[in-house]
């Protein structure tokens, strides 16, 4: 049977009454499609249905329709049905194909200006259309950021989803490696003759009609060069409804906390924690809530992650000059009341932020350290003088992000005591825990999103002179809990004793107090 014979006989599977019929592969991918061997098909009146050589799955179907928030009709075929469907899209398999095959393109052609799995151009070389479907199946899986990493025989390709790497696929061949990363050069202007130094740059991209910035940064290794690409994907944090420390997952009291310290007429509020714990969007969310029209709020930031309305907000251009603390001196010549400061990365950037704090303005900013009390010991080793800091610092917000249970697949576990005694949560003993056993619905990890755990340090005057004093930190810390702080591993081991996440989850996240 023919090509076009095959794909009209799978189209003739699909209802009648709905014709005609194209098959998608927008929101259902191509690399999904042949995992589960399940083609999405659309009609023209824009319903859905699912096509598959196999009996009806309601797992899967429940899968797809909670990912796509519609309803959608099972259509049982054949194989071929379905190897017909999946031939209407096959650029992406192409061009895995032709660079398996050692096809090279000398030119890596012009940048993708709108990415899209259906829309991939033929004419377009086999690492283009590759990059292209890689970049378009990490933003449907809502990874973080995409690792290339070279290898003696290639390339593997992971993407950080939830905050755990994933293994994605594997290409052979250096020179496909090569290509791959000079691509990703070329999109970011970049210099493609450089691989002895490691380079960063950006590029924008389109899908579906919304804009996804990309943050990349080459870095040389043994065996050639690795590259990683950071997704801000604006879109996701829109999706989620209004931005507010309620859709974050804090807990009540924690919330409470934020939201005075947020509201203090002037002073600091600094959030920490690693890369990707959420610490912007925090700041964001408490900004959304206290942003009421009659206070002029700036930022500056690297990069703009989420517009807010109402709150000027500019972009770092390090190139151009414009670093965090040249950008904040002139935004205080702008008479705000509240500032964020995307992040402390310096000496300059701390002082000025500090003497903002003292001069009648409340400042927002991130800073890394490991815990709430570790922040003040990175403005000393910054040369900033211990007073002031105590005098601006109204209260450090520690947080990281823990991985809950998939709903669909969780199921009762008794860790045995030695376990327990392992991790020094003795006191659990006889506790009941829940644990993912894997399902579609979360790629069989077992752990579907994620949910905020934090330590709030609020500073009060006695606070301010133990730390002013330089007392010990087990004494700091002391008069911290006698306030009522709570820390990180308490509120992750709350997290696991309501079932929300696991034992494993609790050891990954936190370090035993």
Not at 56 to 80: C, K, N, P, Y
Not at 332 to 337: G, I, V, Y
Not at 480 to 486: D, P, S
Request: charged fraction near 25%; aromatic fraction near 4%; proline fraction near 3%.
């Amino acid at each position: 049977m023919s090509a076009a014979l095959a794909l009209s006989a799978a189209l003739g599977r699909l209802p009648s009454d709905e014709a005609p019929w194209g098959f998608s592969f927008e929101q259902w991918t191509q690399a999904e499609a042949q995992r589960w061997r399940a083609v999405l098909a659309v009609s023209a009146a824009g319903r859905l249905a699912l096509l598959a050589d196999r009996e009806h799955d309601a797992m899967l179907l429940q899968r797809i329709e909670a990912r796509l928030q519609r309803a959608l009709r099972w259509v049982s075929g054949t194989a071929e049905d379905v190897d017909a469907a999946l031939g209407a899209g096959e650029q992406d398999f192409r061009a895995l194909q032709d660079l398996g095959e050692g096809f090279a393109d000398g030119a890596v052609g012009e940048q993708a200006q709108e990415l899209s799995a259906l829309n991939l151009s033929e004419q377009a070389s086999p690492v283009v259309r590759l990059l292209d479907a890689t970049l378009y199946d990490a933003l449907q899986d809502g990874a973080s950021d995409i690792h290339f990493e070279t290898h003696l025989r290639g390339l593997k390709v992971r993407f950080r989803v939830d905050g755990v790497m994933l293994e994605i696929k594997n290409l052979d061949g250096t020179l496909a490696a090569e290509q791959l990363v000079s691509r990703l050069k070329v999109m970011a202007e970049l210099d493609i003759g450089e691989r002895r130094l490691p380079q960063d740059g950006r590029f924008k991209l389109r899908m579906q009609g919304r804009e996804i910035d990309f943050r990349l940064s080459i870095m040389p290794s043994v065996f050639g060069e690795d590259a990683v690409v950071r997704v801000l994907d604006r879109a996701q944090i829109q999706a989620q409804g209004s931005l507010t420390l309620d859709s974050l997952g804090f807990e009540p009291e924690a919330r409470l906390a934020i939201r005075a310290l947020a509201r203090q007429p002037h002073g600091m509020l600094l959030v920490t924690g690693p890369t990707g714990s959420g610490k912007t969007t925090t700041l964001y969310a408490a900004i959304s809530e206290v942003n009421t029209g009659q206070d002029k709020i700036i930022t500056i930031e690297d990069p703009v992650e989420y517009q807010l309305p109402g709150v000027v907000q500019i972009p770092v251009n390090e190139k151009k000059g414009l670093t965090f603390a040249r950008g904040l001196r002139s935004v205080l010549r702008h008479d705000p009341d509240r500032v964020m400061v995307g992040e402390i990365r310096d000496a300059e950037t701390a002082q000025i932020a500090v003497q903002a704090a003292l001069t009648g303005h409340l400042v927002f900013s991130t800073v890394h350290a490991n815990n709430a009390f570790d922040v003040v010991g990175r403005f000393m080793h910054m040369g900033l003088d211990l007073y002031n800091v105590v005098a601006a610092l109204n209260g450090v917000l520690a947080q990281r992000l823990m991985r809950i249970n998939c709903l669909h697949c969780r199921r009762p576990v008794s860790p045995s005591a030695a376990e327990l005694e392992a991790q020094d949560l003795q006191a659990l003993a006889g506790d009941s825990f829940m644990q993912g056993s894997g399902c579609t619905h979360c790629r069989g990890t077992g752990y579907k999103g994620r949910r905020a755990v934090s330590e709030l340090l609020c500073l009060d005057d006695e606070l301010r002179d133990l730390i002013a004093a330089r007392a010990p930190m087990s004494r700091i810390k002391e008069a911290a809990r006698e306030r009522g702080m709570r820390t990180l591993r308490e509120a992750a081991v709350a997290l696991v004793r309501r079932g929300e996440s696991t034992l494993e989850e609790l050891d990954r996240v936190t370090l035993a107090d």
